[in-house]
């Protein structure tokens, strides 16, 4: 059964530029949330997907945005990008949500803003 | 605002010995309680979960204790081995999840 896929694994990025990040479920799972890990922070939850739909979302400005698709795939999206937006960014899928079934994370994608 | 406080921030214990973190939260709505455990280089991987009508649970070497009244679970790993030696991530999830801060763990010979 194949895992939590993130693509790319690297980013490098410029101020001011605007990055795409993309999430592939376990198949089956359709929950998809993404978070923001970064040393000073810890990890933070920015919004979750389920069957095409936000259900939650965390407190991360309106750059932070993401959608998700018909096949469960997921997409995160931050526009403007900032230097403390430097982070490693993960996903986690799951059947039903977070909070009532096991979530499996990807490795997720390291980004790095110049 | 921190909703879940974990200690301690690091953590060195000799091999054999028990390795014990400790978490308390804020918000009475959360009702899932998992914990996590993360390599370098990977995304964290569920070691142990429990929700707050039990006060323990048990899986291997890895026990949580739960206090609901306190508002504190911790994690203990018996036995513990060089192979432990990650960051662990205690969690709490209601409508949204909320993490630890987070505790590396270093396991000596």
């Known amino acids: 059964k194949a895992g939590v896929t993130q693509t790319p694994r690297y980013l490098i990025k410029t101020r001011g530029q605007q990055v795409t990040l993309s999430c592939s479920p376990i198949s089956g799972h359709r929950s998809v949330s993404w978070y923001q890990q970064t040393p000073g922070q810890g990890l933070q939850f920015l919004f979750e997907y389920f069957s095409e739909t936000q259900r939650n979302k965390g407190n991360f400005p309106g750059r932070f945005s993401g959608r998700q698709f018909s096949n469960s795939r997921s997409e995160m999206n931050v526009s403007t990008l900032e230097l403390g937006d430097s982070a490693l960014y993960l996903c986690?899928?799951?059947?039903?949500?977070?909070?009532?079934?096991?979530?499996?994370f990807g490795q997720g994608t390291r980004l790095t803003v110049v | 605002q921190q909703q879940v406080k974990q200690s301690p921030q690091s953590l060195i214990v000799q091999k054999g010995g028990i390795s014990i973190i400790n978490c308390a939260y804020e918000n009475t709505a959360f009702d899932y309680f998992p914990w996590y455990q993360q390599f370098p280089g990977k995304g964290p991987a569920l070691l142990i979960a429990?929700?707050?009508?039990?006060s323990e649970k048990k899986e291997g070497r890895f026990t949580i204790s739960f206090n609901k009244s306190a508002k504190q679970f911790s994690l203990h790993i018996m036995d513990s081995q060089p192979g432990d030696s990650a960051t662990y991530f205690c969690a709490a999830t209601g409508q949204k999840v909320t993490f630890g801060i987070g505790t590396k763990l270093q396991v000596i010979p």
């Open positions: 429990i929700r707050p009508d039990v």
């Open positions: 986690a899928s799951s059947l039903t949500g977070f909070m009532n079934t096991e979530a499996f």
